[in-house]
């Protein structure tokens, strides 16, 4: 499709556990964006890349919370040792500019940390 | 510290009436203020971006104003369907090349036939 992919949709761990999200982002976007939004609250930023640099994590809650996009296009968001905080949705967002205007959002992944 | 406002509680207006939600914001200086649309289980869509020196921009049945005196802006759906119930997130992003995108809470609209 034309869209932002996200895989999984739906996302059940065991507290410990690790997972990791893929995002497919339009082809040609520079910039991707990782997002988590909490039931009833607006998206709260994570990380960004352009290309395939990671220019701000400063939203990442902790050191569990890795982000990469190796090839400029793919990002993957991996959380390790999964807590029952963590249980969000994470949505992925790309944009072909060098900004967040205008950007196009996945489905998101809902995890939930049992 | 910075926070963004818009109204929790949920909007219902009858059908074909003019739907207006508020976004507030306090100690940001944005360049830009961004609309965006949420269905449930959905990611957001993009409606509307206006910059800090327009004052109003206007897309089909939306109208979006931008007054950073009272810090707030206002989105408009004009004619009103059942079709536009959802949630609707404003974003603010400051000046100076890359910067974050931060989003308020969203207010859900129900449009009633």
């Known amino acids: 499709g034309a869209g932002v992919s996200q895989s999984p949709r739906y996302k059940v761990a065991k507290r410990g556990q690790d997972v990791a999200l893929r995002c497919d982002p339009i082809?040609?976007?520079?910039?991707l964006f990782w997002y988590q939004q909490a039931l009833g609250q607006g998206p709260e930023f994570l990380t960004y890349?352009?290309?395939?640099?990671?220019?701000?994590k400063s939203g990442l809650p902790s050191d569990r919370f890795f982000a990469e996009r190796p090839e400029g296009s793919v990002s993957t968001l991996k959380i390790q040792r999964t807590q029952q905080e963590d249980s969000a949705v994470y949505l992925c967002?790309?944009?072909?500019?060098?900004?967040?205007?205008?950007?196009?959002f996945g489905q998101g992944t809902r995890l939930t940390v049992v | 510290s910075q926070k963004i406002e818009q109204n929790s509680e949920a909007l219902n207006i009858q059908e074909g009436k003019t739907a207006t939600l508020t976004c507030n914001y306090t100690?940001?200086?944005?360049?830009?203020l961004q609309w965006y649309r949420q269905d449930p289980g959905r990611g957001p869509v993009f409606l509307l971006l206006i910059r800090e020196n327009e004052k109003e921009k206007r897309k089909e049945r939306l109208k979006v104003t931008f007054d950073t005196t009272l810090k707030q802006s206002l989105f408009h759906i004009t004619a009103s369907q059942p079709a536009d119930s959802a949630t609707y997130l404003c974003a603010l992003e400051n000046s100076g090349g890359y910067q974050k995108v931060t989003f308020g809470t969203g207010t859900k609209l129900q449009v009633i036939p």
């Open positions: 890349f352009q290309n395939e640099a990671q220019l701000d």
């Open positions: 100690n940001y200086s944005p360049a830009y």
């Open positions: 082809s040609g976007h520079v910039s």
């Open positions: 967002a790309s944009s072909p500019l060098q900004s967040s205007k205008g950007a196009f």
